[in-house]
């Protein structure tokens, strides 16, 4: 896959399986997307949010905005601390792994 193909399939892969977290991964998932929202500036936040609500409902996206996404939510995790970063990495993999 291309990056942004993975990025955009990792996001749905959560959502269809954000219960194979516990509740506790479930907090912290909270907090590091919380943190890494603070990290995009405000005027692309509203625009990353709603890709992202039309990722989680299946909608269509065009590759251009799947890239752009990637880049603009990429830049923002890089804020976040290694553990963060690992720890992310974590919940969309578990999410993945459930998936299939």
């Not at 936040?45 to 269509?60: M, N, S």
């Amino acid at each position: 896959l291309e990056p942004d193909q993975a990025f955009r399939r990792s996001l749905a892969a959560l959502a269809e399986n954000i219960a194979a977290l516990t509740p506790a991964e479930k907090g912290e998932l909270s907090r590091l997307t919380t943190a890494t929202y603070a990290g995009v500036p405000w005027k692309d936040r509203a625009r990353l949010a709603d890709y992202v609500e039309r990722v989680r409902k299946g909608a269509t996206t065009p590759p251009e905005e799947d890239r752009a996404m990637a880049a603009l939510l990429a830049t923002a995790e890089s804020r976040l601390s290694g553990e963060g970063r690992l720890k992310l990495q974590g919940f969309y993999e578990k999410a993945i792994l459930a998936k299939n």
